[in-house]
Every structure is written in structure tokens, then in C-alpha cells.
């Protein structure tokens, strides 16, 4: 069971999401990392249902607005699955300091790990009116702008903000909501 005041409620409409590595590790900065969650998102959209509004992916954490029949359980799952991915990839590349870090930042009731990938819970904020899904899906484009990385949200590769703007993204987003 998660260690979080935030639930999902009604998964019949979408939420706002934030999932973020233990520590604020910049393991997403790593483009085969970030590939495997791109990886899992698909996965989900195609094999759980998973309506995916916007998302962001940034250098230690992601931003998704989505919604899906079991949402929270789902989510649950991803993480686990892409913690567990993540890991056999550092430890087949070696990448040595970054497993250190997870297993540092790791806390310690997760006795039965050796390392911890994830934050818990995903902090699920329910959409409630268009103006809400408007104002979110302007937070997660314009969040790697903040940032300083780019000077226009179509320009980072790892977001929605290219779907919104008629450009092939990574992942296929849905728009309806507009309609």
C-alpha cells in the first residue's frame, strides 16, 4: 500500500500525475533510459487502456495527464516494471555511480531491495473541468521551457507539446477533449 494522502478516486476521468526517481537522479537525461519509459507508456496505452491526454518527461521526473479503467493500479505496476527495466540496464552497462545513488537514496523500509527507482505514489490530482485539463496540459508543455532547456515547448522530444502542435510525437496523445 502506498504512503500517500493522494488517491484515485474516480478513474473515470483523468488525473494529473507526477512520478519522480528517488533523490532527483537525472537518470531520464539518459536516452535509453528514457526509451524504456517510452516503452512502458505504449505498453499501457495499448495493453491497459490507458487514455494519455499530455506528458513530459524530464531529466528526474514525469508529468502525464491520463485516464484508464484502473488507473492507480496500473501506474503502480509501470513503475515497478520500469524500476526493475532501469535497473538491468545500468547494471548491463555498468553504469556503476547511478546504481550507487538508488541504492543511497533508497529508504529504508525497502529492506527486500537492494535499490529503489521511484518516489512513492504518483501524487494523482483529479481533472475536473476543461479549464483544469487546459491549465495542466500548459504546465507539463511549458515545464522543460522553465527549465531553460528550450526556448518553445514543440522543441523538447520527450513531450505531448509536438502532438499539440500537428508534429509526430513519441508516443500518440489523445486530443478529443477539444471537440
Known amino acids: 500500500m502506498t504512503r500517500t494522502r493522494y488517491k484515485i478516486y474516480n478513474e473515470q476521468l483523468p488525473h494529473f500525475l ?12 539518459n536516452p535509453g533510459i528514457a526509451s524504456i519509459l517510452l516503452e512502458s507508456l505504449r505498453f499501457v496505452q495499448k495493453e491497459r487502456d490507458v487514455i494519455l491526454y499530455a506528458y513530459v518527461i524530464m531529466e528526474h521526473h514525469l508529468h502525464l495527464i491520463a485516464s484508464a479503467p484502473e488507473l492507480g493500479k496500473t501506474m503502480k505496476e509501470s513503475k515497478s516494471y520500469t524500476a526493475r527495466r532501469i ?7 555498468k553504469l556503476l555511480p547511478l546504481l550507487e545513488d538508488l541504492h543511497r537514496a533508497k529508504l529504508a523500509h525497502k529492506a527486500k ?3 529503489q527507482l521511484w518516489q512513492e505514489g504518483n501524487h494523482p490530482q483529479e481533472i475536473y473541468s476543461e479549464a483544469m485539463l487546459i491549465q495542466k496540459i500548459e504546465y507539463i508543455h511549458t515545464n522543460p521551457v522553465r527549465r531553460g532547456y528550450v526556448d518553445e515547448p514543440k522543441c523538447w522530444r520527450y513531450s505531448s507539446a509536438r502532438n499539440y502542435e500537428g508534429m509526430q510525437g513519441l508516443l500518440d496523445v489523445t486530443m478529443d477533449w477539444r471537440n
Open 18 to 29: 507526477t512520478m519522480t526517481v528517488v533523490g532527483w537522479i537525472p537518470l531520464f537525461a
Open 87 to 93: 535497473i538491468d540496464y545500468l547494471e548491463e552497462k
Open 113 to 115: 531491495s537492494e535499490y
